[in-house]
T-cell receptor, first 116, second 110 residues
Framework: DTAVSQTPKYLVTQMGNDKSIKCEQNLGHDTMYWYKQDSKKFLKIMFSYNNKELIINETVPNRFSPKSPDKAHLNLHINSLELGDSAVYFC???????????????FGPGTRLTVL | GEDVEQSLFLSVREGDSSVINCTYTDSSSTYLYWYKQEPGAGLQLLTYIFSNMDMKQDQRLTVLLNKKDKHLSLRIADTQTGDSAIYFCAESGNTGKLIFGQGTTLQVKP
């Protein structure tokens, strides 16, 4: 039973296209995240939703739009894809983090996006 | 601001101990974490330490925390080839989100 799943695992597309990545968690968590991992393996948070409400929105181009239809799903839509968007995108989930509380995040397997 | 730094690469021989170091800036961090990323996979929590502790041991893993110097280390005893992975240090920032270091690639040679 997969805890955090993402589709697709690989995505190859042309510059200028629009694409979506889907994420689902079956852990009953309230909070979900999107991270971007670049070619140097640096991991940076992009967005976080708590129970369908956006709570973290880092400095990300507005071509990236997250959507959370319910607390078990957090999808990422990217418009007008650029070469620099090529990366591995990870979805994660956790219980709702308190301001100074324990925050174990469970990660999906990643989606490798290649923009040609 | 919040920042976490790690060395990028460590190579050891099988059976040796590995020590991965990390420094962080947010003194209000309550928990510090070590995550492991195996090739082609997502991150998994390996271990963590509460900020009022100096040390935590869990089988082959020992975490040391020097809160004064804001230095965290992970020691893996008797390192095996299966330990080859990227290890990320992380802190819970004051907004509740996790701030990750750049990751240390551990290479274990047979």
């Amino acid at each position: 039973d997969t805890a955090v799943s993402q589709t697709p695992k690989y995505l190859v597309t042309q510059m200028g296209n629009d694409k979506s990545i889907k994420c689902e968690q079956n852990l009953g968590h309230d909070t979900m995240y999107w991270y971007k991992q670049d070619s140097k393996k640096f991991l940076k948070i992009m967005f976080s939703y708590n129970n369908k409400e956006l709570i973290i929105n880092e400095t990300v181009p507005n071509r990236f739009s997250p959507k959370s239809p319910d607390k078990a799903h957090l999808n990422l839509h990217i418009n007008s894809l650029e070469l620099g968007d090529s990366a591995v995108y990870f979805c994660a989930s956790s219980r709702r983090p308190g301001l100074a509380g324990f925050n174990e995040q469970f990660f999906g397997p990643g989606t490798r996006l290649t923009v040609l | 601001g919040e920042d976490v730094e790690q060395s990028l690469f460590l190579s050891v021989r099988e059976g040796d101990s590995s020590v991965i170091n990390c420094t962080y800036t947010d003194s209000s961090s309550t928990y510090l974490y070590w995550y492991k990323q195996e090739p082609g996979a997502g991150l998994q929590l390996l271990t963590y330490i509460f900020s009022n502790m100096d040390m935590k041991q869990d089988q082959r893993l020992t975490v040391l925390l020097n809160k004064k110097d804001k230095h965290l280390s992970l020691r893996i005893a008797d390192t095996q080839t299966g330990d080859s992975a990227i290890y990320f240090c992380a802190e819970s920032g004051n907004t509740g989100k996790l701030i990750f270091g750049q990751g240390t690639t551990l290479q274990v040679k047979p």
